[in-house]
């Protein structure tokens, strides 16, 4: 039997624009109508109507935590036009999650973005930083009372490559040099973003709040150990994962690091070349493993690797996403307890953590995937959107409870 430590904070995760419905002002919303995604978000989960009854679930689930993003777009609908009831609604939410004593993490910017902000450049444009720093002064001044952890901005990463060199997302650009600056524009905006947060709470009085972003970080796997494999992981490790870290680190600016983990990346490069040395993926299927429903490779060691790589840094880490989608639900437990034990294991050798937050609360909207993939710990009936709990997470809910894993 493991044990965590008895302040371990245990919960599951969603982001506002994947569960809640209807935020038309958002870029996302504009998106999917122009391209005419198959599955657009409509009414998602209906989960800003139905809030409480989700955190009830949570509660029932032993959840001391859960991980959430307030919607920029609704809380800005038009440029510094700000919303009160908006500001309101999020005020009650973070209420309703303390009233059932679940520790709120509230993320500013989980990908979406007001469809205005992007009209004016978006993140891309050197305007950005100051527009996100207008938007997280109102938020911050509306819930600093209620909230201890915050999280600037989810993935970066992930939003500069899928948005600006893969081109599947909004804007749907694909170019390294505009991806590098909405990477350099979300640094920044992270740093004053961090800072401005700290302030406001010591203009209040309050005790200082933890302040970090979520960074997806991947085990990238050689298939084979020649020289061209070798850089190229070296190169991703670099440049995907640590680069932000290593300079947020460096100016201060992370009270913890956010880890968003669920996958392997095996590196197989062909041929030399700076795009296939970023890039290019293994095609040949070597070193099979078992996958998600997306195709992703179920690797939990992988967690291990990282959070030892993390220890350097001598910061706490919360894992703030790690998750499955999947029909099979037995799969999803082992899933979550193998992340567990390599999660135990890095503890053992010196890596405080200081939770675990599965991805994700609900089934939800799975950006341009549709609803098709299934990571909830409780899964959605989009047709009249009961909700039922999944086996996985009442196996999940023991561990919430005990602290223990057999
Ligand atoms: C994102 C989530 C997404 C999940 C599964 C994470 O990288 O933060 O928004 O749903 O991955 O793809």
Known sequence: MIEFPKDFFWGAATSAYQVEGGNSNSDWWEWEAKVGLSEPSGQACRHYEFYKQDFDLAKLLNHNAHRLSVEWSRIEPKASMFSEKELAHYREVIISLKQRNIEPIVTLHHFANPAWFVKSGGWQSSKAKDYFLRYVEKVTEALCDKVSYW????????????????????????????????????????IRAYRLIHAIYKKRNLSAPFVSIASHLQAFIPCSPGLRNRLAVYLRNRFFNFELIDRLVKGKTLDFIGVNYYTRSLVDVEKWGLRNLALEVCSKNHHPLRKNSLGWDIYPQGIYTLLLKLRKYKLPVFVLENGISTPD?????????????????????????????????????????????????????????ERKIRESARRFAEVCKSGTLD
Not at 360 to 383: H, Q
């Open 329 to 385: 639900d037995e799969l999803r437990w082992d899933f979550i307890r193998q992340h567990l034990k390599n999660i135990h294991r890095a503890m053992a050798e010196g890596v405080k953590v200081l939770g675990y937050i599965y991805w994700s609360l609900i089934d939800n909207f799975e950006w341009d995937k549709g609803f098709g993939p299934r990571f909830g710990l409780i899964e959605v009936d989009y047709r009249n959107f």
């Open 151 to 190: 999280v600037t901005i989810n993935e970066p990463l992930v939003y500069a490559y899928y948005g600006y060199i893969e081109g599947a997302w909004p804007p749907q650009k694909k170019s390294f040099f505009k991806a590098r600056q909405v990477t350099l524009n979300m640094a920044a905006s992270h």
